[in-house]
């Protein structure tokens, strides 16, 4: 009988590859999570215009969307953490850290894609707002 393999001896292109936060500095942080807020600020803000029971507010860095019939969500930023927040009455609340894609070979270091992850279940920040919003933050051509 075949003893099984531990993972950690396999090959590592056969080892699933878990997300780790991104050696960001403050200032970067703070490029990529204002210009991410931005536009879902700007996405939700043409939401609002279809649907007269969304109510937005974006001051003091802090996002508050009322969103019948699922309820409030917060969004914000923590600086100490570099993390995004989101508390959202249907996944609850969840910490998003930068996590660096494809960055490889072909991109200088530190100019790879990125995604805002949250690390204990791998899931997007735009995945989660699209799923429970229908907001696609990073699609240009008209959508919400």
């Known amino acids: 009988m075949p003893t099984p ?16 936060a991104a050696d960001i ?5 703070h490029e990529l999570s204002d210009v991410f807020i931005e536009e879902v600020v700007a996405k939700l803000e ?3 215009e279809g649907r007269e029971d969304v109510d937005l507010d974006y001051s003091g860095g802090v996002l508050t969307l009322v969103f019948p019939p699922s309820g409030t969500y ?5 600086p100490p953490n570099k993390q995004i927040w989101l508390s959202s009455p249907v996944s609850g609340p969840k910490r998003f850290d930068w996590v660096r894609l494809g960055e490889s070979m072909q991109h200088k270091e530190g100019t790879g894609v990125g995604e805002w992850v949250y690390l ?3 899931s997007t920040l735009t995945d989660l707002l699209r799923k429970e ?3 696609d933050v990073g699609v240009e051509d008209g959508a919400v």
Not at 12 to 20: I, K, L, R
Not at 25 to 29: K, V, Y
């Open 5 to 20: 393999t531990p993972a950690a001896s396999l090959e590592p292109d056969q080892q699933q590859h878990v997300p780790t």
């Open 25 to 29: 500095s403050e200032a970067e942080f």
């Open 46 to 48: 043409r939401l609002q």
């Open 74 to 78: 917060v969004l914000n930023k923590q």
């Open 120 to 122: 204990r279940d791998q």
């Open 133 to 135: 919003l229908g907001v």
